[in-house]
């Protein structure tokens, strides 16, 4: 009886040492595989930059199709030097004429147009600015609108308002600017009878006015730049700028404007494509926004071809080699390519193509319906 129980306890022994031998090497080897990891930090969203394994066609394309327009760029005080350089520089991509919004007023003006227009006429356009001086001091509106026919006269073709109208703009008493304040309406009505457009930024991307929190898509461009968020405590919400903005369009359906950054609508073509059906004057730019019609291809070709008559070419930030980007996007059907600016956007984009006949209207015909004194020869039919 002993022997039995002997021999079957000898048995399990056997068989469980069979076994350990068996799954040991597994085991070991799931242990040192798994140990690197274990070890391994979680990146930040900083330092997480996965490069892509897609394998698809490419366009790199260094040079628009057409000669174009930029009707936003900004270039203060440039010098004669700065000013030659740039010429070669748009040479080398197309560029046919730049606006510069950055062109002051008064004296400054003179200077800037000068500088830019008086060595090269057809290259350059320059637009005046409105002067916040003399702002608490009765009759300012009017005053701004006098300056501004002067500005006309000394070769500015179109007015720039800059983001602080409507935002932190105030009076003295503390009481803010309102983008539709009726003391600035002899200014818009002084444009729309010098035939002149305004190119207006009003608020900044609607996210900046959300919580800054881990829910925000721009996260990472305000950690980069805290400046840009526009918490409640400070300044009005956005959708408060929107109704302001869209009362001053319609209090002067004479005057053409031009809404800066798609009009910060750009994560929401179908409410940018009613306001284009509410007011026949108002245009925008696809400036520093591509990457917000890049992430939707199929809506931004659509919306690009429906109004076509509405949106004008325009980088803001100048810098000649990243022009490409909005070549590659407007001109091809390229997939899942990095944008130019990661804080812009975390995600990659994709190419809209649009016909040519559209892309001619985006490059340039729709500039040259809207900004008086641009040489139409310089472009094709």
Known sequence: MNSRRTITLFSIICVAIFAALIVWPRFATTQQEQAPQEKQQTPTIDEY?????????????????????????????PTPAEVDRLVKEMDTINLRVMVNLSGGTGEELKKTVAVMKGRYPDRFVVFANMSYDDLNTPGFGKRVAARLEQDVRNGAQGLKIFKNFGMDLKYAGGERVHVDDPEFDAVFEKCAELKIPVLIHVAEPSAFFDPWDYHN?????????PGRARPPARYPPFETLMTERNH??????????????LGFHGNDL??????????????VDIAAVLAELGRQPYSAHDFLVKYQDRVLMGKDIYEVNEYKWYFRAL?????????????????????????????KKVYYKNALKLVPGIDAKAFPE
Do not use: C, M
């Open 331 to 359: 001109e091809t059907r390229d997939e899942y390519f990095e944008y130019y600016r990661k804080r812009h956007a975390f995600w990659r984009i994709y190419g809209f193509q649009v016909p040519d006949e559209v892309l």
């Open 248 to 261: 001053l369009f319609a209090k002067h359906p004479k005057t053409n404007f031009i809404a800066a950054h």
């Open 49 to 77: 930059q996965p490069k892509s394994t897609l394998v698809i066609t490419e366009h790199k394309i260094e040079r628009a199709r057409f000669p174009f327009i930029d009707i936003h760029s900004h270039h203060w005080n």
């Open 217 to 225: 898509e721009r996260w990472q461009e305000l950690k980069e730049f």
């Open 270 to 283: 179908e409410r940018l494509g009613k306001l284009f059906d509410s007011y026949a004057n108002v245009y």
